[in-house]
């Protein structure tokens, strides 16, 4: 089929790539001229894993292409709309100007039978509303609202091998006529078997944002168990354990440590608080505060247990942060719980360094004042503690007795509970976990 696919950042470059794959004739287009040119070269803009094999794999197929010009959706069967919906500057609320804007410059390129579907993270009634405006121009195409249920640094399988589709339409109705379109592009993904489920507009709008919802409080409820442990003298990972073996809660994202990031988690639960508010709905969400006031101590956290671990005192203690992605396989630091900790370190007198595989050039625009290493025994070297904030494979990997020989005091903060501390206390390492005695 022929598709074009509106906003080429994460969201975008992925589904365009992936669409591609399975064998559809499609177009990217972005406003920004250097993402474009990137993508055209078979470059993703940003790291993700097997993204850019993806692409070098498609160039010279003659099905994947990218533009700045919005003309080049005419034509296409199905306009997939992948633009961001950021938090509000000083508000909680999701800014849709992106998501308004893309449909409007849609509107003079679609025709009779178009679908339009959006991808993008939205407030409950926002399709609805551009639903509303569609009919008032092009009453022929249709508009339906698909969300995406991509993880990070995992967003290529998840987008080729879901784990089910949502199709949110006008009425709900199974028989409405851009279902079977929808099938067709999805073709390949539900002949394996992938469910599909058909829904309202504002249905398919909260399943997102309640999955979101969902997995925060997961997380920040094994933080919160975590400061129960800590007080008690309890283990929370065996906690964890325990509980996960209960097929009603499961272990998946019960693992405690410094909290969620990304550019998801946090401004999805605060945007759902706040159009909660908006609909009268907002004590049906005043859990999601708490949750939010979890995730963002952890940060707190970390700079306490740092303290503690230096004898009282951070002023000119060297620090080694390892990670500054959000999670690993990634290099997006939007709301990195590591970062956030690493800045407040140094605010309190901290001679603080920072590595990652991945991530430090982003890190240095959002936190120009800290100091980024990309080696990491340089970054070790001669450090009075180590921060284990974000659990890259080689962090986790790390062998005590060599990383011994290259600090000045063998001090470490497991900030994602991933060390073995038996191992590394028996290496001399004064170990500290989140919630572990």
């Known amino acids: 089929m022929r598709i074009s696919v509106i906003g080429c950042g994460y969201l975008g470059a992925v589904h365009a790539a992936c669409m591609a794959k399975l064998g559809h004739d499609v177009v990217g287009i972005d406003l920004d001229k250097n993402k474009v040119d990137l993508l055209s070269q078979g470059q993703a803009p940003f790291y993700e894993p097997t993204l850019n094999e993806l692409l070098s794999e498609l160039e010279g197929c003659g099905r994947l292409r990218f533009t700045t010009e919005m003309a080049a959706a005419r034509g296409s069967e199905v306009h997939f709309v992948c633009v961001g ?14 998501v308004d804007a893309a449909v409007e410059a849609l509107i003079g390129q679609v025709a009779p039978g178009d679908v339009i579907a959006g991808k993008s993270t939205v407030p409950v009634g926002t399709a609805a509303r551009l639903a509303e405006l569609l009919a008032e121009t092009e009453p022929g195409a249709t508009l339906v609202w698909n969300p995406e249920f991509l993880r990070e640094g995992h967003a290529v399988t998840d987008t080729l091998n879901p784990d089910r589709f949502v199709y949110g339409l006008p009425d709900g109705s199974e028989d409405h006529p851009a279902v079977a379109v929808l099938d067709m592009v999805y073709a390949t993904p539900l002949g394996s078997g992938t469910p599909r489920l058909i829904t309202d507009y ?20 094994i933080n919160a168990m975590a400061e129960v442990c800590e007080a008690t003298g309890g283990d929370v990972t065996k906690l964890a354990d325990a509980i996960g073996l209960d097929d009603r809660i499961g272990r998946k994202f019960l693992n405690a440590g410094i909290g969620f990031g990304g550019g998801c988690l946090p401004k999805d639960i605060r945007a759902f608080m706040a159009r909660a508010g908006e609909l009268g709905a907002d004590q049906a969400l005043t859990f999601l505060r708490e949750v939010d006031a979890i995730n963002m101590r952890r940060r707190t956290r970390v700079v306490e247990l740092t303290r503690e671990l230096c004898g009282g005192s951070l002023m000119g203690q060297r620090i080694a942060v390892l990670g500054a992605a959000f999670k690993p396989e990634s290099d997006d630091v939007r709301d990195s719980p590591a970062l956030s900790a690493a ?3 140094q605010l309190q007198g901290a001679v603080v360094t920072v590595t990652d595989p991945q991530a430090l050039d982003n890190a240095a625009k959002r936190f120009p004042e800290l100091p980024m290493e990309p080696d990491l025994e340089t970054t070790l070297h001669k450090a009075d503690a180590v921060l284990l904030l974000t659990e890259w494979r080689q ?5 005590p007795h060599d990383t011994l020989a290259l600090v000045t005091a ?4 497991d900030g994602r509970n991933v060390l073995d501390p038996a191992k590394w206390r028996a290496a001399g390492w004064t170990y500290k976990g989140l919630g572990r005695p």
């Open 85 to 98: 919906t950021p938090q509000k500057r000083g508000e909680n609320g999701a800014d849709l100007r992106f």
């Open 202 to 221: 504002a249905t398919a709008e909260l399943v997102k944002t309640a999955a979101n919802s969902f997995l925060a409080t997961k997380i920040s409820f």
């Open 343 to 345: 800045a407040q370190l």
């Open 395 to 399: 962090y986790r990997e790390l062998d």
């Open 410 to 413: 063998p001090r470490i903060l």
